[in-house]
């Protein structure tokens, strides 16, 4: 019986006290738990000897709490002026971590010391708009490494992607700009297995574009729905994941309520399945190790689906709903 570690960041403005976990066994949800006392720990990076770096708020300011993930306790709060990140990512074998802040429309990169403590190295600050209510200026939404050791930053304000050279003391120095249609709304980013393809999702314009990646540069090869063309209520796409075998890419759909599957294994890609997530507000998802099954977050139903994955044609199908977790927008498995 394999069991595997999953932790939940949520957001406490209602009835959730923090960072939760539960355990996955044979398809299976149980034992929710509350691992730490947090403000709205939107977002996770679980790193090793049993660190986790988590979005912190305490008052009205924002930061970065580093959590004993087997204890609770809390190691450091790193905290910054106004609101908090809404992105963390980490370069494991240089030693850094990424915040990208949303509302501030900076990145800002630290160095992990032994003890798996940060310390300010660099910030870059953007700034830009775009035509939509949303993009009134700069708001960074990821930022994280290239499969070519880059930094990749996605603004959904600007409606760009910047990528970074990254120097061994953590300095950044700006190498490209790729620019989408304006009102895009570029939310994440992740890349294929053999780092050749880039798929960036829109939270504004329920998209996702298929992008040649070489070198630091993007170039637009196809752009998908993620969403059916009789949908006219509000859509904000929202996580990307990709396959182990680079055959299949999902997009969560918040408001649309479901999981679109595409085919990316041909020439084209091709959209071969959207599903419900059985809740509402679906945020953020997580493949676990062997891509067996697909766990998603409903943030306004407080509850979590459990898909199982056929390995062959990429599909979905329901094994599990209504496990609890409060306000729950971001999973993530422990690593073995």
Sequence with gaps: MKSETVF?????????????????????????????????????KVAKDDVIYTVDKIDDEGGIAVVNSKTGDI????????????????????????????????????????????????????TGNGPLPEQTSSHIHFANLTPDQRLVVVDLG???????????????????????EAGFGPRHIRFSPDGQTAYLLGELSSKLLILDYKAGKFQLKQTLATIPDDWTMHNGAAAIRVSQDGNFVYVSNRGHNSVAVFDVAGEMAKLIQIISTEGDFPRDMALNADDGYLIVANQKTDNVSVFKRDARTGKLKLQQKDFMIPEGVRVEFSPK
């Design 158 to 180: 600007t409606d760009e992607v910047l990528v970074f050279d990254l120097s061994a003391n953590g300095q950044l120095t700006n190498k490209t700009v790729f620019k989408t």
């Design 75 to 126: 190691k450091q709060i790193v905290v910054t002026p106004g609101a908090s990140p809404a992105y963390l990512g980490m370069d494991v074998q240089r030693g850094f971590l990424f915040s990208g802040n949303y509302h501030r429309g900076t990145v800002e990169v630290f160095r992990i010391d032994q003890d798996g403590k940060l310390s300010l190295v660099d910030k870059f600050q953007n």
């Design 8 to 44: 939940f960041g949520t957001y406490t403005r209602r009835i959730s006290e923090g960072l939760y976990q539960a355990k996955l066994i044979d398809g299976q949800l149980i034992d929710a738990r509350l691992v730490s006392v947090l403000g709205s720990p939107t977002y996770t």
